[in-house]
């Protein structure tokens, strides 16, 4: 809408008012503002002092997070609308901002600063207006169940270790291991962000708000893609020299040293064939797993949105997934990239839709043409690549023999204990590398507790396939399919461990919540717009 047109209808808007209205809007509006004030100098007052005393006790690396922890967790809790909006928008960026400040292991939890205070704050709400803070009911007792387990674990396999420290084996180290800090790590990442379920089924009020929140995602999306492009250009380049002047074994290692502008670690030996970029993120497959994602959340808007505008802008940032996954040296990017696609087209019905796209797809498979063509020995090393580890560890023997070796090598019923196969969780005590999802549960709380994650995944698609299948306005059931092939996709990936870290770990609970509103949107008056579709 034009800003004069916005200014008439505000002002409009404005007129109906009666003084009474205008003054009470008014002394709102100085409340509001009396609010953050008092609440901006009261945490940099505080944050400022308890900075100045840990600077003198650990030094400015630790003083500067804490103080702006401190205002950041303090404003999340005021307002929790606009810290989800942060938390949404820090993720992608999260890698490079944390080596832009300083790689403080404190900075790898930041964007939890914006989560976990919006999240009390939304439960208060909740729990004052009666509202349920579990979204869908429906996953209450496997969910319950599941956290049973965990606290079996936690007490009775954690809790032994921190008492009972073993002598020898995997933990002979126990003098310097903290096994219940550990689980409760453990736990935190295993089913820390669940809750955001509920946080962005709160968050989305209306139509409005979805169309804010799916559109926001998408330039997100389309910003880090070109970031990603610039950055594998610096190095081809050779504005940034990689990995190229390492030695041995260094030259196939990511590593730190190395990083390029954006992100942290890579691998960039053009002389040895290997190139493994992180894009914006810590590590090189954590961006892999973010082109796997973007790929619902793009398709997702350029088939649903009411804009054209929207649509293309959303294929656009399709096709730079595509290039990305292609240039990041990632085989997992490039394997899955076009294969979730297609299956998205098969699964969501999109595919009797590509009629109306057919000018637009013309010109992205002419820009994707022209890069392969001018770039042919890229295309060839990354199949080559992909083909030569393909045959040298099929994944189905690669996922097979990690569930034979875990189910040996358990420590009991209970698992090895919260944590035990946690990368993050590492700084605590000794960790096992166990390198696909559902034997890294079963290391970690046992058989039960890896039956308990299934029943749990699986109550959670059923009930977002049901949910979806309500939903009767075209634009919005075409998003809330895409959203669910992406739940049905995760929810039994089993290769590698997406739902662990970066970005899955947040997406995956973020496009439930946003699926189950959907049918309150398709309900309430501003979906109906039968204008917008066919804008």
């Not at 294969?339 to 839709?353: D, E, R, S």
């Not at 609970?509 to 008056?525: Q, T």
Request: hydrophobic fraction near 45%; charged fraction near 15%; charge should be positive.
């Amino acid at each position: 809408m034009p800003k004069s047109l916005s200014k008439k209808k505000f002002q409009s808007q404005n007129s109906t008012l009666s003084r009474k209205e205008r003054l009470a809007q008014k002394r709102k509006q100085a409340q509001a503002r009396k609010e953050f004030t008092n609440l901006l100098t009261t945490t940099v007052t505080v944050g400022l002092f308890v900075g100045l005393i840990l600077f003198l006790l650990g030094g400015i690396k630790i003083a500067i997070p804490v103080v702006l922890g401190i205002i950041v967790m303090s404003f999340s809790y005021k307002y929790p609308r606009e810290a989800l909006f942060a938390f949404i928008i820090y993720i992608p960026f999260g890698g490079t901002i944390t080596y832009y400040i300083g790689n403080s292991p404190i900075l790898q939890l930041a964007k939890d600063s914006f989560y976990f205070p919006a999240l009390v704050s939304i439960w208060q709400t909740c729990y004052q207006k009666r509202q349920p803070l579990l979204i869908p009911q429906t996953i209450k007792t496997p969910l319950y169940i599941l956290l049973g387990i965990c606290m079996l674990t936690l007490l009775f396999v954690n809790g032994s270790q921190q008492l009972y420290p073993p002598s020898d084996g995997l933990f002979e180290e126990a003098a310097k291991e903290f096994p219940i800090a550990m689980g409760i790590l453990g736990l935190k990442v295993f089913l820390g962000y669940l809750p955001l379920i509920s946080c962005t089924y709160y968050w989305i009020r209306d139509r409005h708000d979805f169309l804010l929140v799916s559109r926001l995602q998408v330039v997100l999306i389309l910003i880090c893609c070109i970031l990603g492009i610039i950055q594998y250009f610096l190095l081809l380049t050779g504005i940034c020299h990689g990995t190229r002047d390492a030695v041995g074994a260094d030259l196939f290692r990511a590593s730190l040293e190395a990083r390029c502008f954006f992100g942290g670690s890579l691998v960039y030996s053009p002389s040895q064939g290997v190139i493994r970029l992180p894009g914006t993120f810590v590590a090189p497959w954590q961006w892999a797993w973010f082109l796997i994602s973007s790929t619902f959340f793009t398709f997702a808007t350029a088939f649903s949105d009411p804009l054209i505008v929207w649509r293309i802008v959303s294929l656009v940032s399709t096709a730079l997934v595509f290039i990305n996954a292609v240039i990041s040296g990632q085989r997992i990017a490039l394997a899955l990239v076009p294969i979730c696609f297609v299956m998205l087209l098969l699964l969501t019905g999109q595919i009797g839709n590509l009629k109306r796209f057919i000018p637009i797809f013309v010109g992205l498979a002419l820009i994707l043409g022209v890069a392969m063509v001018t770039n042919p020995t890229v295309v060839q090393e990354r199949t080559d690549s992909f083909i030569a580890r393909w045959n040298a560890s099929p994944p189905y023997d690669f996922i097979v023999q990690q569930f034979q070796e875990n189910w040996k090598n358990v420590d009991g019923i209970l698992g090895s204990g919260l944590g035990r196969a946690t990368n993050s969780a590492r700084a605590l005590g000794q960790t096992k590398l166990v390198e696909t999802y559902y034997p890294k549960i079963l290391y970690e709380v046992g058989i039960f507790g890896l039956l308990g994650f299934v029943a749990l995944v699986t109550t959670l698609t059923v009930t977002c396939y049901r949910t979806y299948r309500q939903i009767k306005n075209r634009n919005l059931r075409s998003y809330a399919a895409a959203m669910w092939v992406f739940i049905l996709f995760i929810s039994y990936n089993t290769y590698y461990y997406p739902l662990d870290v970066d970005p899955v770990a947040v997406y995956y609970w973020f496009a439930a919540g946003v699926l189950l509103k959907l049918p309150v949107i398709d309900r309430g008056k501003n979906c109906n717009s039968k204008g917008d579709e066919n804008k």
